[in-house]
C-alpha cells in the first residue's frame, strides 16, 4: 500500500520533471526589433503621419479628425473622443498674431515643461522641449513636445499632445522625431522652409 501510495505521488512528479526539461532544439522567439518613427502619407491634422501615431500610441480605431481655428492659429484632434489621443496646435506669427504672443505661450509651456523634467529639444527644432507631465492638470494628454522655430521670415510654434504612449516606446524620443516630421510637413504645406 505504502508503495503504491509513493508510485502515485512520484508519477506525475516525473511527468512535470519531463515537460520542464528545455530541448537543445527550440529556438527562443526573438524581440521585435524598436520600430523607428518614419514620415509617410497619409497624415493626421497635416503633420502628423498617421502610421506613425498609431505605432507610438498603440491606437487601432478610426481617425476622424475636426480642426477648429484658421491656418495662422488653429487646433486638430483626432479622433473626437476624451481624451483625445492626438492633439495638435500650431500659431504662426502674422496678422492677429504678433511675436511677442507665440513668446509668451512658448515661455509658459517652457516653465510648466522644466518643472516636469522636460527634455530640451535638438538645436535644429528650435527653441522648444518634450515632457511627460502626469499627475498635473494635463494629465489626460500627458505627453507633450513643443517648439518655437522659424519658417523662412515667420516665428512659428507647434505643440503636440498625446494622450498615451504604447508600452515598450520611449515616448521623448518618438515626441521629437514626429515634431522633426510635423515641421517638415508644415514647411511644405506653407511654403517655407523650417530653421531658416
Known sequence: MKLRRLFVTLTPLVFLATACTPENDVASTPIPPHRPVVDSAPYICKLVPEQAFR???????????KTDGNESDSDCWAPDTNPRPLEVRWLREGDGMPQEQLDFVMDDRRAVYTRHGGVPLPNDLGDGLAAYLPNTPFAAQPYRVV???????????ITIYLAKVAKGRDAIKDMIELMRIAQKRYGELYDCTPGA
Open 55 to 65: 505605432l507610438i500610441s498603440g491606437v487601432t480605431g478610426p481617425l476622424v479628425e
Open 147 to 157: 517648439a518655437k522655430f522659424r519658417c523662412d521670415d515667420k516665428e512659428q510654434l
